[in-house]
């Protein structure tokens, strides 16, 4: 499973925020918050996948795979929505106006697609 490809995915919507903090000071403890949980999330998957390639843990491995591979996409499916925002940035040569439009589109977004902001989305 391709565990390590996910955490460099999570890494680099991290990466992405990183950007949002300047610009952004009042959203700049959300901000750093969603940096945190990309990063804590794809630490997880490190360990993970340093976890699957042990044989101690090879039968408990196949218990769980279902479910890696479940959040593997998920996670996928939210990088890929957060990074197609991301491109309204002009590779960080926006406006504080265009960041904080980028901002507010992606909280709406994700609320409207399941009643709940992202970071509640990563903590599920």
Known sequence: ???RSSAEEAERAADGFST???PLPQHKT???SLISDFYA?????L???DLSKDPRYRRSWALVHPDVGL?????KYTVEDIVDFFRRLDGGHATPDTYQRTWLS???FFWDEAQYSL??????
């Open 1 to 3: 499973m391709a565990l």
């Open 30 to 32: 959300e901000i750093t």
């Open 41 to 45: 999330i794809s630490s997880s998957l």
């Open 71 to 75: 959040l593997r996409s998920s996670l």
């Open 20 to 22: 949002f903090r300047a």
């Open 47 to 49: 360990s993970l996948d």
């Open 119 to 124: 970071g509640t989305r990563l903590a599920k």
């Open 106 to 108: 992606i909280e709406r």
